[in-house]
């Protein structure tokens, strides 16, 4: 969503969006592919119409946006049936509310942050983080943790970007890093004794005494807030430290995916010659999975070339920023930068079996509508 036409950034989607009706042929079937062909065509024309549109109306029906995002995500919720509920079914589409929450926060917290003028205080952190907590809590008790805490990061630039200092932003959400490091009794004594030491040298009384008591109630409730998530998340954080324990279950995409890449070799086994694709070793091989798909079929050289387009992309969004006079509109953009870039490292981290399997599409090439639109509008 941007006034101005960047060819950069129209270049870079139209790339990946082929690669990924590649993908898609390769992965699935003849139908799978026309359906992706048809929200592709849509999400172009959607992208083109919204573009048009001047960032003062956006400023003005953010609210809306955000609230009407906010109900459809309850209402999936309260009404369906079906176990996940991340999806409306009207037919034979699928709509998933949480793909154009992620749009629809964007843009409200970005008119949020663009009317304030000083963001200094931890206090200025706290509606934003209740406008980002919203939507991500609806969409982690779905459940869908992968898409959750594609929130979190949105948040962060968004706050820096709009010049919140980042050792504040830091010693906030520091007992996240205390919740983490808690797993590991030695670790967390480390980590607490250095936040200690940089909070007391940092000469500010209230950052000292926040940063102090959050991270030690942070580190001693950490066990309860591990016991609320669903046996198959904690299953999938155990299986990443620990693949091989349970190589039939809940560790076989990841193995699985790893076999795929690496045996692609540097050139690939070449289109449509993907064997763990063939032999249906691969789950979800046309939507999360897919890069692995891609690793096997045209090798490392296909996954440098790739992610090339990606940061080439990422590269572009990175000057809108810097370039865009209206304060509102390099908001959003820094938010887009932070939602898709957050996205891409989850995806291929995990495919690459560097980061726990969270089930989030790559940008632009997974297969699904929602996730093609949303990205689209973004754009």
Not at 282 to 303: A, K, M, N, Q, W
Not at 334 to 354: K, R, S
């Amino acid at each position: 969503m941007q006034k101005k036409t960047n060819f950069g950034i129209i270049v870079a989607v139209t790339v990946l969006s082929l690669i990924g009706l590649l993908m898609v042929f390769s992965t699935a079937d003849l139908h799978t592919l026309t359906k992706q062909a048809v929200w592709l065509v849509i999400a172009m024309i959607t992208a083109i119409v919204l573009s048009r549109i001047p960032p003062r109306f956006w400023s003005n029906i953010a609210p809306a946006l955000y609230i009407g995002a906010i109900i459809l995500l309850l209402i999936l919720l309260l009404t369906q049936s079906s176990y996940p509920k991340r999806w409306f079914k009207i037919g034979t589409i699928s709509i998933q509310p949480s793909e154009f929450a992620k749009f629809a926060t964007v843009v409200f917290l970005a008119s949020y942050l663009a009317a304030r003028k000083k963001m200094k205080q931890f206090s200025d952190l706290l509606v934003p983080l209740v406008i980002i907590a919203m939507p991500a809590i609806l969409i982690f008790f779905e459940p869908d943790l992968g898409s959750a805490q594609i929130f979190f990061p949105i948040l962060l630039l968004m706050l820096y970007w709009a010049g919140m200092p980042a050792t504040k932003i830091f010693i906030f959400f520091s007992p996240l890093v205390s919740a983490a490091a808690s797993f590991i009794i030695y670790v967390w004594v480390a980590y607490f004794i250095g936040l200690t030491v940089f909070l007391y040298f940092n000469k500010q009384l209230n950052d000292f005494i926040y940063g102090t008591v959050s991270n030690f109630l942070a580190g001693l409730v950490m066990p309860l807030v591990w016991n609320l998530l669903k046996p198959y998340q904690q299953e999938r954080i155990i299986t990443f430290f620990s693949p091989w324990v349970d190589p039939r279950g809940m560790a076989w995409q990841t193995i699985q995916s790893k076999i795929a890449i690496g045996s692609g070799g540097i050139i690939g086994k070449g289109f449509l010659s993907g064997t763990q694709k063939k032999l249906e070793f691969l789950p979800l091989r046309h939507t999360d999975f897919v890069f692995s798909c891609l690793g096997e079929e045209f090798g490392l050289l296909g996954i440098i070339l790739t992610t090339l387009v990606f940061a080439y992309l990422f590269y572009e969004l990175l000057l809108l920023t810097r370039t865009t006079k209206n304060r509102f509109s390099s908001i959003i953009v820094a938010g887009v930068l932070a939602w898709l870039g957050y996205q891409t490292f989850v995806n291929m981290g995990m495919t690459l079996g560097l980061l726990p399997i969270t089930g989030v599409p790559l940008p632009f090439i997974s297969y699904g509508g929602s996730s093609l639109l949303a990205c689209y509008m973004a754009k």
